[in-house]
């Protein structure tokens, strides 16, 4: 499609990975995993919580992708494959696989793609933490350092239909701004837009919602092991977390109390169950005794 006059992209954007096969497997085929994981990590709430085990394991395969891909963008860069007007003005319609010179959009993508990096190490370490909420915050800032790829691509599709309609003919020169302005623009409504969204109180809703029924479980059986052992922590007590749990407040809050009364729960029941063994070694006791008593008594 890129070879169409209308179209706002470098001729060979598809095709100049061909004879690179270090490329292809580094870089491209990982990234079509990264995606389709990406896809699924972004699924409604109801469907990752009715496959938790699925949504962990995509989102650890994701995660792991994303380092390959981001080595990939070296070797591409090595080659002299990231798209720059070197090409253009390099004297070949197509990629040698060598550029001559730096381009400057280098420095801007090397920039982006160790925030693609420190993203997923982030998004990682707060799931080992527990800390849904912000492991959320992270996966979204970490989907959206790499989905801008193809959000470029979508507008460079749209601004390709009104070329055609318009009867508009890019030329070589052109085809290489508009498509780097693309990329800019898709950067910016990418990155700035989650920033945006986490800032205005997004990354309240964005705790997966198989951590979130994880924890309302882990509630309902707190409480029912307090109700069993004598610590009593209320319906109300119950009724508000298990309402706070499923609602888009301070979720981290809501799961340090839900840990502190877990905690709580359980020293109750080592109490509870301590007392019972001391009541039954007392019980054993007066039989013993009794016993006792009985055998001395004269016939």
């Known amino acids: 499609m890129a070879e169409h006059d209308f179209v706002p992209a470098p001729r060979d954007i598809a095709s100049k990975h061909g004879p690179h096969a270090a490329v292809k497997l580094t870089h491209i085929l990982p990234s079509g995993v990264w995606c389709l994981c990406g896809a699924m990590q ?5 469907l990752r919580a009715a496959a938790p085990r699925l949504h962990r394991l995509t989102g650890r395969v994701m995660l792991a992708t994303a380092v390959p891909v981001a080595i990939g963008y070296f070797v591409m860069e090595s080659r002299g494959l990231v798209g720059g007007s070197h090409e253009l003005h390099g004297g070949s319609d197509r990629s040698s696989g060598r550029g001559s010179g730096m381009p400057e959009n280098h420095l801007a993508l090397r920039c982006l793609n160790a925030w693609f990096v420190l993203t997923a190490v982030v998004a990682m370490v707060q799931a080992r933490r527990r800390r849904f909420a ?5 996966s979204l800032r970490h ?3 790499g989905a801008w790829v193809v959000v470029q691509r ?13 009867r508009v003919k890019w030329s070589e020169e052109a085809r290489y701004d508009v498509f780097g302005k693309i990329g800019v623009a898709a950067v910016a409504m990418c990155v700035l837009g ?5 800032w205005m109180g997004g990354s309240d809703r964005l705790r997966p919602a198989a951590a979130r029924a994880e924890v309302q479980m882990a509630t309902t059986k707190g409480v029912a092991t307090a109700r069993r052992s004598g610590e009593g922590l209320g319906l109300a007590d119950a009724d508000g977390m298990a309402g706070a749990g499923g609602s888009g407040e301070d979720l981290t809050v809501i799961e ?18 301590g007392q019972d063994s001391g009541r039954a070694s007392d019980g054993s006791g007066r039989s013993g005794a009794a016993g006792g008593k009985a055998g001395a008594q004269p016939e």
């Open 42 to 46: 972004l699924a409604p709430p109801r």
């Open 134 to 138: 912000s492991h959320g915050a992270w």
């Open 143 to 145: 989907v959206a350092s």
């Open 154 to 166: 979508v507008i460079v599709l749209a601004v390709s239909v009104a070329a055609m309609v318009a």
């Open 194 to 198: 989650v920033e945006a969204y986490v």
């Open 256 to 273: 340090a109390q839900a840990g502190a009364r877990a905690g709580r729960v359980g020293v109750a029941r080592r109490r509870g169950q």
